[in-house]
Nanobody, 124 residues
Framework: QVHVVESGGGLVQAGGSLRLSCAAS????????MGWFRQDPGKEREFVAA????????DYADSVKARFTISRDNAKNTVYLQMNTLTPEDTAVYYC?????????????????WGRGTQVTVSS
């Protein structure tokens, strides 16, 4: 069992930055792939970024590539999402997710463990 808790959301102006954190707990969480998804009301949950257990593999949605960076600190069991050059289109609830391994799994249904989400609002 893996438990994840997101933090770091908030209100920011367009062009600004935020860093989200995801604290994970569980016996083997450092061996899990971690991901970030986001969801607007009335829309499907969409993939944002993922990172393999060692940090050597990362993947990004085209819409955030070159603006967002995912990283992890296995000593702290924490995953980060650094978000730069934010736009109003980035406004959503951001969710952290975990799964035993990453094989290009960008569908939300493929991820086993989820946090409750943190709201990110970008004003124009």
């Amino acid at each position: 069992q893996v438990h994840v808790v997101e933090s770091g959301g908030g209100l920011v102006q367009a062009g600004g930055s935020l860093r989200l954190s995801c604290a994970a707990s569980g016996r083997t969480v450092s061996t899990y792939a971690m991901g970030w998804f986001r969801q607007d009301p009335g829309k499907e949950r969409e993939f944002v970024a993922a990172i393999g257990w060692s940090g050597g593999t990362t993947d990004y949605a085209d819409s955030v590539k070159a603006r967002f960076t995912i990283s992890r600190d296995n000593a702290k069991n924490t995953v980060y999402l650094q978000m730069n050059t934010l736009t109003p289109e980035d406004t959503a609830v951001y969710y952290c997710a975990a799964r035993p391994y990453y094989r290009g799994s960008v569908r939300a249904v493929d991820w086993a463990y989820w946090g409750r989400g943190t709201q990110v609002t970008v004003s124009s």
